[in-house]
């Protein structure tokens, strides 16, 4: 016989653990995402400050199951990852394997769009009726098995609509312009009026590319009719216009991933969305990616905090992938430089950075030996993840503001930058040495601190540990470490 008030018990301890995950989803408890008063961070409608620690998981959609979505979330989540960045619509491509093919079905055997292989017809989604997340029928039920799984770990979705260097800019071999203007607007309102629901979702336009082709071709006029469509889809308001503010442009989070090429005549290496849609409407944080120009972070980033017209959040989307080669040997990009590039990020003024491991991004084939599941417990995303989240947390990193001044001694440059914040009121100073070298702190502010404590926090580790000779204005980190943040305060 079944035991009722048993049974009773355990609906009830479900439905309690329930209610329980949901209040701990941030946007349950803090509101949905917004711009902050000073436009530098990203927030919650509360005032809750988001910090943006992201995973690079580009091809997730269309590589994985079900089972190995719920395996790649779960240990993303316990890893710290606020954040997982994937594209809708991907062009197969990474770790030396055969490139596309357009119209990739994903492991179910479903096609994103109608039409073969090799020719998706971009202006009409292919959704067939009667399946479900669980139970998937069409590309698009999968897709939202994916934003549903992200939701229910309280992670928010970094969503590219398709990969922009493949099917708007064609910059990739084997690619090919898949969408018209009116074809993109449709598209991005068939994703907006599908997801419009979804509080933790972020879009992300672009995709590894320069909007203008390099100078080739100007596409700026279809990422805009992709924003328009979005827009229109998740507010409902037909008449938004890319380069017209309006108060439903406030129901989305729209940001673009950016890249320059070195072989310009302007000689740039990495670049950020602000350099071609700084002032549309529809943007509200500045992206970039500066693949393995490790030395192009922090001015580009602070190229980006310094602008006023007006102030927009800047994200590093992208820098170099643990474990990437580029050119080099296995384990050219080591945990060190994983960690250099985040630090520099965040002490330039970056509202948030997103780490990426080369064997997980494409979730196919080996790098360096390694398949993505063998490559999640890599050192770097540890060290991202956990250490240098709950170090900008513990010092409430959004009140901090970067200034070189705090430094007296030569702080160098490129990737071995020395780098300093400070907060408003002079009353603490953080100090990045991306290297274990001596350090001089500029005398007057210290002696307007008197009397001040100094620690080192080592970033590999999260160890801390206590500076005890405070006589000078000369700091010299632990002789067995990689890297260190001095913090005096």
Known sequence: MINIRQTFRVFLMIALLTLQCASQNPWDQHGRLKISENGHYITHEDGHPFLWIGDTGWAMFQQLTRQEIDLYLDHRKEKGFTLIQAVAFWYPHGNDLPLGPLNAANVYGHRPFHGDADEPDTSVPLVV?????????????????????????????????????????????????????????????????????????????????????????????????????????????????????????????????????????????????????????????????????????????????????????????EGAYEEGKYGHDCGWLTPLRVRRQAYHAFFAGAAGHTYGHWAIWPFRGMNCEKTWNTALDAPGAEQIARVLKSFLLDHEWQTLIPDQSIIFSDPGNGEKLVCSMRTRDFGKFLVYLPEIEPLEIHPEHLEALEPFQATWFDPATGNTRLVTNLKSNRFVPPAEWQDAVLVIH
């Open 129 to 317: 009726t009667g399946g479900s997340p669980h139970n998937p029928n069409d590309y698009w039920d999968h897709a939202d098995y994916v934003v549903a799984a992200t939701k229910a770990r309280g992670l928010y979705l970094a969503l590219l609509p398709c990969w922009g260097n493949a099917f708007i800019n064609n910059r990739m071999p084997g690619s090919r312009i898949e969408f018209t203007e009116a074809e993109a607007r449709r598209y991005g309102q068939f994703l907006g009026q599908r997801y419009r629901n979804e509080p933790h979702i972020i879009w992300v336009l672009g995709g590894d590319v320069d909007p203008v082709n390099f100078g080739d071709q100007d596409q700026r006029p279809v990422y805009r009719a992709m924003a328009e469509g979005i827009g229109r889809g998740v507010s409902g308001n037909q008449a938004l216009r890319f380069d017209v503010a309006h108060a439903d442009w406030d129901q989305t989070l729209i940001t673009f991933h950016a890249v320059q090429a070195p072989y310009l005549s302007n000689g740039a290496r990495g670049g950020s969305s602000s350099i071609w849609f700084h002032h549309d409407a529809w943007l509200d944080v500045n992206m970039m990616e500066t693949f393995s120009w490790l030395d192009r972070i922090y001015p580009l980033v602070s190229e980006d905090y310094q602008r006023t017209d007006p102030v927009k959040p800047t994200i590093l989307g």
